[in-house]
């Protein structure tokens, strides 16, 4: 078996196979179709053969569909069969659950990824869990991640920004009785020190969750 990872993002489309280090990427953007996304992974990869596909999608996916447009590219991903695109079998699940799946080193993990808004999952005992936590309300009608997110950085500042992720933190650690949190996304470079309870994540994890989802034991 020989797994392509797609980490499907607003400005790059990064592409990792198994047993290689290399990661290839190709440019994405906001008008970016599925389709298009096949043409641009079949060009990247015309010298990697696979036989199965992981995509990280940014967005939320349900049983392991597509379940809603996403925000920062092209439409007509709802209902897209890329399994039938790709001639293989296809995997897909949020782009922060598959960091979390990645990232995981037992126990109970919740997965908070700092980026354009908040990227949540939890995984217990191998179980992985996507979530959508970041659109609940936290303070003064503002959700989590306009808190926590990058338009809370620039609205709120560093100081006052770290301020916010370390209460978030403190919240939904002590709401799913995490035993640690994994800090991930682009923004969390930008903390001067991080919570109790917490290490930083790497983005080089995703492909390692778009592996784990084939081995046996995960589940979504």
């Avoid at 790059?12 to 198994?18: A, E, N, S, T």
């Avoid at 990427?25 to 641009?40: A, C, F, M, N, V």
Wanted: one cysteine or more; a neutral charge; charged letters at 25%.
């Amino acid at each position: 078996m020989a797994i392509l990872v797609l980490d499907v993002g607003g400005t790059h489309i990064k592409l990792r196979l198994q047993g290689r280090d290399e990661v290839r990427k190709s440019p994405s953007g906001p008008l970016l179709t599925p389709q298009e996304t096949i043409d641009k992974v079949r060009e990247a990869t015309d010298d990697w053969p696979f036989d199965r596909v992981t995509i990280g999608y940014p967005g939320p996916v349900v049983d392991g569909a597509i379940h809603q447009e996403p925000v920062n590219l092209g439409k007509g991903w709802v209902g897209f069969d890329f399994a039938s695109a790709l001639s293989c079998p296809v995997k897909i699940l949020n782009d922060a659950a598959m960091q979390a799946l990645g990232s995981y080193e037992g126990g109970r993990m919740l997965f908070l990824g700092l980026g354009t808004g908040l990227g949540t999952a939890l995984v217990f005992n191998h179980f992985l869990v996507p979530m959508e936590l970041g659109h609940l309300p936290y303070k003064k009608g503002k959700t989590y991640e306009e808190y926590v997110g990058h338009a809370g950085m620039k609205r709120l500042g560093r100081h006052k920004w770290q301020e916010a992720v370390f209460d978030v933190v403190a919240r939904l650690r002590k709401a799913f009785l995490a035993d640690y949190v994994v800090l991930g996304g682009g923004n969390v470079k930008k903390m001067e020190e991080l919570p109790p309870c917490c290490r930083m994540g790497d983005n080089r994890n995703a492909f390692l969750g778009g592996l784990r989802m084939w081995e046996q034991g995960p589940c979504v």
